[in-house]
T-cell receptor, first 112, second 108 residues
Framework: EAQVTQNPRYLITVTGKKLTVTCSQN?????MSWYRQDPGLGLRQIYY???????DKGDVPEGYKVSRKEKRNFPLILESPSPNQTSLYFC???????????FGQGTRLTVV | GEDVEQSLFLSVREGDSSVINCTYT??????LYWYKQEPGAGLQLLTY?????DMKQDQRLTVLLNKKDKHLSLRIADTQTGDSAIYFC????????FGKGTTLSVSS
């Protein structure tokens, strides 16, 4: 079954404690991306990757890191989380021409 | 830069048609999408249209694209309470850019 898998689905953490949200896709897609969703702000892109070892900043990259060492995985790293990073995060993947983007189920992160 | 705009709310009665509008700015976008997000769930692709098309119909859904005005619309015929959700318009250029979403509320 074609899918994008994010883990964890829910996470509560404390300010400053490094965390990683994993994202994996089984469709051999070149394109992967991270978004955060906040009320009234819609989906904002954090980082995206057009292929292995190629990553680019989206609209709101501050406070986040990503890596794309292999095609299927695109982890999102928060080196020192802060409360303003409390949000719902989505990972997405798609083919080179973005003919269709598949989304993970989301990770609800709370930073206290 | 790229920006996608949608109205934030739409309220309709069950059985009526719903029309959700979207404007985009990147004329190089190859595909335009409509996604649906139900409460507590991820995004589900509803339909998409290639930039050289004017219209696409898929059962109760009709997508209209006016490339000159960079305007995209989604019409849902015979709207049902199960259609209540947030609908996102998105454009695909070098990356996938979303609007803020339109919350559709369907009353019986």
């Amino acid at each position: 079954e074609a899918q994008v898998t994010q883990n964890p689905r829910y996470l509560i953490t404390v300010t400053g404690k490094k965390l990683t949200v994993t994202c994996s896709q089984n469709m051999n897609h070149e394109y992967m991306s991270w978004y955060r969703q906040d009320p009234g702000l819609g989906l904002r892109q954090i980082y995206y990757s057009m292929n292995v070892e190629v990553t680019d900043k989206g609209d709101v990259p501050e406070g986040y890191k990503v890596s794309r060492k292999e095609k299927r995985n695109f982890p999102l790293i928060l080196e020192s989380p802060s409360p303003n990073q409390t949000s719902l995060y989505f990972c997405a993947s798609g083919g080179t021409r973005l003919t269709e983007a598949f989304f993970g189920q989301g990770t609800r992160l709370t930073v206290v | 830069g790229e920006d996608v705009e949608q109205s934030l709310f739409l309220s309709v009665r069950e059985g009526d048609s719903s029309v959700i509008n979207c404007t985009y700015t990147d004329s190089s976008s190859t595909y335009l999408y409509w996604y649906k997000q139900e409460p507590g769930a991820g995004l589900q692709l509803l339909t998409y249209i290639f930039s050289n098309m004017d219209m696409k119909q898929d059962q109760r859904l009709t997508v209209l694209l006016n490339k000159k005005d960079k305007h995209l619309s989604l019409r849902i015929a015979d709207t049902q309470t199960g259609d209540s959700a947030i609908y996102f318009c998105a454009e695909a250029g070098t990356a996938l850019i979303f609007g803020k979403g339109t919350t559709l509320s369907v009353s019986s």
